[in-house]
């Protein structure tokens, strides 16, 4: 196995650690799964870089690399969604609940939660674009990645970045009781950036889905391609 095909599986073998983590109601673990978020993120962009400097691209590689990222996904937004999920009863938690499992993004518009139809949206997305592919590529038309579909990658990254750090900043401000101007303005700026990416994610995620219909539909309807993005 080379290095680049090593990253990958090293990127595969925390993801178990990724999804975990951040249900544990412990801040020092929850800012060690930040981390390791960070690290997997990095590293997706890393291997591809190596093998394509190092002329190491392998069909390994090819098959590992999708499969660590789809990995990861799902091993982001579950728990997120466990950890953000909507309340019911509607009442502010913020900040007590954070020990409780209960930890949406905070803004100055109140809290927003993870919604349901926002995790189908996302996973649907990556499913149906999983089996398009291969059905595409046994009709001998390879999909590659355009670039909203690059641009929606990255904004999610953004978003789970910022939904991991909260996990870990909104214990760490419960446990010890922080309520001060700064810290409210810190969690009003960090709720931003999340929601903003998250928005700009969701966004691009139909975006993208359409992009490729588009394109690439008429590989199914005997239609030849006039172009490919």
């Known amino acids: 196995m080379n290095l680049p095909n090593a990253v990958t599986a090293a990127r595969i073998a925390i993801t178990p650690l990724i999804a975990w983590l951040p249900l544990a109601s412990s801040a020092s673990l929850r800012f060690t799964v930040f981390v390791l978020f960070i690290v997997a993120a990095v ?3 890393v291997d591809g870089r190596l093998a394509r400097s190092r002329k190491e691209e392998t069909d390994l590689g090819r098959l590992l690399d999708p499969l660590a990222d789809k990995l990861l996904l799902v091993a982001t937004i579950v728990p997120m969604y466990v ?3 909507p309340i019911s009863d509607g009442v502010h938690v913020w900040p007590a609940k ?27 997305r990556e499913l149906f674009m999983t089996i398009f592919r291969q059905a595409a590529a046994r009709r001998g038309v390879v999909i590659s990645s355009i670039g909203p579909a690059k641009w929606k990658t990255g904004l999610q990254w ?29 969690a009003y700026f960090n709720g931003i950036v999340g929601v903003s990416a998250m928005a700009g994610a969701i966004a691009l995620t139909v975006y993208s889905l359409v992009l490729y219909l588009r394109t690439y539909g ?9 172009g490919r993005s």
């Open 158 to 186: 953004v978003w789970v970045g910022a939904a991991y750090f909260w996990f870990f900043a909104a214990t760490l401000a419960a446990r010890r009781g922080w309520e001060t101007q700064a810290w409210t303005s810190f």
């Open 218 to 226: 008429r590989v199914f309807t005997g239609t030849p391609l006039r």
């Open 83 to 85: 950890l953000m999920r």
């Open 43 to 45: 590293t997706d962009y």
């Open 98 to 124: 954070a020990l409780e499992n209960l930890i949406p993004f905070r803004t100055p518009l109140g809290d927003v939660p993870l919604a349901w139809w926002i995790v189908a949206i996302v996973l649907g």
